[in-house]
């Protein structure tokens, strides 16, 4: 059974609490949002069909215990969750870096979700789906990019009311959209607000520059 894959790679994981370790990434083409500052364009349509067994082969020959499923949007395409169970059946840790704008119900129990949430800047705000926020586990990560001041004020906002479901969840990840706000004013906010929150650079773009693609 085939996905349409944009591109395999072993790098530094640049994001999320795993940020740091080494990580294969499996990029799959395809995406049903157009963010702003989206840095990964060339998946929107770039990639070639893999089989799921293939694409396993190919992760399992980098001896890497951490993989991650990206995009683009992974869950635009059906098969996804098949290659995630496939992933975690070889006793692998998987990621799932989601927009949070599609039902995350069908991914394997097994799977860490890094759920994204659209902040107004992103022009995708209201693609939202605030009903995945209850299915997620303590194992599972929500992230905000942030792109100024008012990006800010609205995932502060969301962090106050769904307090409820994301208490029991790992700090929500504060991300600033790379070169689009300064980290010393939002590290102020947060010290300010007290904001149970972790704030996340890019790890990968630091070491690498912005425009690194995998191979």
């Known amino acids: 059974m085939p996905l349409l894959v944009n591109e395999i790679f072993c790098i530094i994981q640049g994001e999320s609490s795993y940020s740091g370790l080494p990580c294969v990434f499996v990029r799959l083409s395809g995406c049903n949002l157009r963010c702003s500052y989206c840095d990964t364009r060339y998946a929107y349509d770039e990639g070639g069909l893999m089989e799921i067994s293939d694409i396993i082969d190919r992760v399992s020959g980098y001896n890497c215990r951490l993989v991650e499923i990206t995009g683009g949007e992974p869950l635009v395409q ?20 989601t927009n949070g704008s599609m039902d995350i119900s069908g991914v394997d129990g097994r799977c860490i979700r890094i759920l994204d949430i659209k902040c107004p800047s992103s022009g995708e705000a209201e693609k939202n789906d605030f009903g995945n926020l209850p299915l997620l586990t303590h194992e599972d990560e929500i992230k905000f990019v942030v792109g100024d001041r008012a990006d800010y ?19 929500p990840l504060i991300s600033p959209a790379f070169g689009k706000i300064d980290l010393k004013s939002l590290a102020a906010w947060m010290l300010e607000d007290r904001l149970n929150a972790r704030l996340q650079v890019q790890l990968h773009k630091i070491i690498w520059g912005p425009d690194l693609r995998g191979v």
């Open 153 to 171: 004020e609205y995932a502060k906002g969301i962090i106050v009311e769904f307090s409820g479901v994301l208490g029991s969840l790992k700090p």
């Open 78 to 97: 059906e098969e996804t969750p098949l290659l995630i169970s496939g992933l975690l059946d070889l006793g692998l840790t998987v990621l799932l870096e």
